[in-house]
Antibody, heavy 123, light 104 residues
Framework: QVQLVESGGGVVQPGRSLRLSCAAS????????MHWVRQAPGKGLEWVAV????????YYADSVKGRFTISRDNSKNTLYLQMNSLRAEDTAVYYC????????????????WGQGTLVTVSS | EIVLTQSPATLSLSPGERATLSCRAS??????LAWYQQKPGQAPRLLIY???NRATGIPARFSGSGSGTDFTLTISSLEPEDFAVYYC??????FGQGTKLEIK
């Protein structure tokens, strides 16, 4: 069965960096676009970033552009999110999510999600 | 920028009743709209995509309809496990603010 397991969250001071990982199993990871989606405490969902199945294209929400970098290692079935210059407003549960389609272009629908990892940005 | 507005913010119903949730887009999104269910402490679950297609494993009591700017998620007869928060999402991608479906 499809499994996505995030790790790397924690408490970090404003301005510092953190790298999240998402280990995938139960499907052909290299065939799917992958996303990060976040949810601030008690708030709604916010899409963060997408990476194409082969890593050739990456897109970001305006709120994280220039600070966050999405990447993947298809040999390790792992997705990453490098977060730099963190701000208090980045505090959220971060979910990795699989794109719906095993196609070159992502559908931008999310059919499987990890359990999430909490990032708290606080001094 | 497209804005998705969900209504009502909270819907109070009893098990066995029919639930109708609305999502309105500020401009046409064609049929490119999905619905998710989220229970406390859990990740969201994809229910419906492209306005009316049920995702894998989703019970038939969940149905979606609409196109353009007005969309509806209908739960034909509420089960106890259906009480949760529901989000619509269009492919820009952007989420609505959610509708909380609570037990009356």
């Amino acid at each position: 069965q499809v499994q996505l397991v995030e790790s790397g969250g924690g408490v970090v001071q404003p301005g510092r960096s953190l790298r999240l990982s998402c280990a995938a199993s139960g499907f052909t990871f290299s065939s799917y676009g992958m996303h990060w989606v976040r949810q601030a405490p008690g708030k709604g969902l916010e899409w963060v970033a997408v990476i194409w199945y082969d890593g050739s294209n990456k897109y970001y929400a305006d709120s994280v552009k220039g600070r966050f970098t999405i990447s993947r290692d298809n040999s390790k079935n792992t997705l990453y999110l490098q977060m730099n210059s963190l701000r208090a407003e980045d505090t959220a549960v971060y979910y990795c999510a699989r794109d719906l389609g095993a196609t070159p272009l992502p559908f931008y629908y999310f059919d499987y999600w990890g359990q999430g990892t909490l990032v708290t940005v606080s001094s | 920028e497209i804005v998705l507005t969900q209504s009502p913010a909270t819907l109070s119903l009893s098990p066995g009743e029919r639930a109708t949730l609305s999502c309105r887009a500020s401009q046409s999104v064609s049929s490119y709209l999905a619905w998710y269910q989220q229970k406390p402490g859990q990740a969201p679950r994809l229910l419906i995509y492209d306005a009316s297609n049920r995702a894998t494993g989703i019970p038939a009591r969940f149905s979606g309809s609409g196109s353009g700017t007005d969309f509806t998620l209908t739960i034909s007869s509420l089960e106890p496990e259906d009480f949760a928060v529901y989000y619509c999402q269009q492919r820009s991608p952007l989420f609505g603010q959610g509708t909380k479906l609570e037990i009356k």
